[in-house]
């Protein structure tokens, strides 16, 4: 009896730490698993030295609703803005030419990031089931503010709400489902 009420206790113990995480991939990967399987991309583009965004990994992406939610009707990618990775979208290669790996703060942006307007970090891209640019949420979401964007674009209201007053109502009514831990 003591055998079971010890793997009880250590079946739940270890069930938090092993709560669901997010499947966390390159842009190639994604857009290559959208060819079998259209799904939109959520890509969180961040920086190494960026303070907001370790703590949007810390608290915002573990939560396991919103990881349950993700992993199930998006890819997630998570790209580097002052990384060097070098790879070929719609055609149009893209590269950090100025990358300086010794750097041990700031680096040079990337040309992709660049290229899709991202001016502060974290910023949330969603991309569409092809691969095309949806809109950039910039800085720190929580799991209910991100809920609202994730459900926003997985549902295609985004096609809908196009005015300021259909957005404002959107969001008013807006009813968040994920759990949340109380800070």
């Given at each position: 009896?003591?055998k079971?009420?010890f793997?009880?206790?250590l079946?739940?113990?270890?069930s938090s730490v ?30 190494n ?5 370790k703590?949007?990994?810390?608290t915002?992406?573990?939560n ?6 993700v ?5 997630a ?8 990775d070098?790879?070929t ?14 750097a ?15 001016t502060?970090y ?10 095309n ?6 800085g ?7 809920e609202?964007?994730?459900k926003?674009?997985?549902q295609d209201?985004?096609?809908e709400?196009?005015t300021?007053?259909?957005w ?7 009813k ?7 800070q």
């Open positions: 009896m003591r079971i009420a793997l009880l206790v079946m739940v113990a270890t092993y709560a669901q995480k997010i499947n966390w991939l390159s842009l190639e990967e994604a857009l290559k698993a959208q060819e079998k399987n259209p799904k939109k991309i959520m890509m969180d583009v961040y920086t030295w960026c303070g907001p965004c703590y949007l990994d810390k915002t992406f573990q396991e609703d919103l990881a349950n939610f992993n199930e009707h998006y890819y990618v998570k790209f580097n803005a002052e990384g060097d070098a790879f979208y719609k055609g149009q290669p893209y590269a950090n030419p100025d990358y300086n790996p010794s041990s703060g700031r680096n040079s942006v990337h040309e992709f990031a660049s290229a899709m307007g991202i502060a974290p910023t949330i891209v969603f991309l569409d089931e092809t691969g640019f949806l809109v950039p949420i910039k720190y979401q929580n799991a209910n503010q991100l609202l964007y994730l926003l674009f997985y209201a985004y096609k709400v196009n300021k007053e259909l404002e109502k959107f969001q008013q009514d807006f968040p489902e994920f759990k949340v831990a109380q």
